[in-house]
């Protein structure tokens, strides 16, 4: 017996037992002409009908899913005018089974995140030194508007194949992608966050390969506020790679260990400035399901071997706008080494903590003295009520060389965060900031002065919507 029929008999024993149970003795014996027990004898008949057409249809093998109308109003229509009729049905063909079939595995997601932040330093030109999105003060600004269009792979299903599109707008756009100094032709693919395609192979527990864009593993933090500790994000974020573009492949070596690896053009870079492609190796541990443990190795050559030509609007050669045509002499041929490692552990259901560390080694040339890049970071988040919650995070990063800030010093940053959930898909974050160096390098209101620290106070406000469940 189908699932439908078993449906259908349940009800019409429900209703049967319930209704004439509730009628008096006289009454089933001598039938009156009582409107309820008219009704019920109309729905019994209309569900014997309902009953015989599926087993016709598995008969007949029709695959077309029937969706009975029986239900649509009680005492409508048919009720009303004492239509014993067989009840109208519904179907859906299988043209239309596939369409809800796509939308069911698809998913769309939208996020609008939007700041006011104050610096008491009274920057010249309102500028945030060191920080990758809350870069204004003094104005309302939107950090980022975005769109996620997903089919993920789903082996279970039989369907193997995975698509991502990520679009993005806004200051943080030109944080992650709008640097000359990564990106030949930066405007090409600026609205462009992560575009990639995925395959699982069927091999042992499944070999997961991607190709295109994608956002970086490295690092504790990633793109969406939503998803953070914090709203500000923090030295190392700022400094690691926001994405790459190439080969990626991930497997699960036991249950609680996943490797990838990448086969990348670098860092911050679509379109490759070099001919050096550079490697990741990515370790996900987890020793049990509180914790989450990422140890990262990447290296490559990250200087271009080209003059870059900034797209200019017409081609200078028979070529597109903005592809380089003359190279660097010498070329630089030094290398760079990130070693990266962070954690996650979810102590409770209210209390999470996190670290990470980090070291940077980069040489311009193999011959050239190495700047350096060492530090970490820790974080610690608490859930007092299910709408407040509070978080803070301190780091510190010795930039020798100027790898990160352009001059080499020593930095430290603490930030303490209110969150409040105002709604479903609607978070308010306040936050403030203290930024230390032992250098005068913050911005002041005057061109000649520069400060040992920098203080902000900021609120975020984030709103998402989208079927996509957990972290983006």
Known sequence: MSLDRKFLSLIFAIAVTCDLGSVPMTAQENPPSNPELQQL??????????????????????????VPAIFASPGGPAAASGDSAPAQTATLSKEDRSVLDFFRETTINGALDGYYEYNFNHPIGRVNLLRAYDVSSNSFSINQANLIVERAPDVDSGHRLGVRLDFQYGQATETLQGSAANELRPQVYRPLFQAYGTYVFPVGTGLTVDFGKWASALGFENNYSKDQINYSRSYYFNFLPFYHTGFRAAYNLTPKINLAYWLVNGVQQTEDFNGFKSQAFIFTIKPVNTVSWNVNYYFGQEQPDVVPALNPGL?????????????????????????????????NSKLTLGAEVDYVINRVFSISAPSHVT?????????????????????????????????????????????????????MRSEWR????????????????????????SLGLIWWFGRKQGTW
């Open 434 to 457: 203290v930024d230390y160096s032992n250098q005068p390098f913050f911005l002041t209101d005057t061109a000649a002065k520069r400060s040992h620290q920098q203080n902000t106070a």
């Open 315 to 347: 081609p200078v050669g028979p070529t597109q706008p903005g592809l380089p045509t003359v190279n660097i002499t010498p070329v630089p041929n030094g290398r760079e080494h990130i070693l990266d490692s962070y954690v996650s552990w979810n102590a």
């Open 375 to 427: 530090g970490g970071a820790g974080y610690v988040r608490y859930q007092l009520t299910p709408r407040w919650a509070a978080a803070t995070r301190a780091e510190y990063l010795s930039d020798r060389g100027g790898l990160f800030s352009g001059r080499t010093q020593a930095l430290k940053e603490n930030t303490v965060t209110l969150e409040t959930k105002v709604a479903e898909g609607l978070l």
């Open 41 to 66: 004898r109309e729905m019994v008949s209309r569900l014997q009908a309902r009953v015989d057409q599926l087993e016709r249809s598995q008969a007949t093998g029709n695959q077309a899913t029937v």
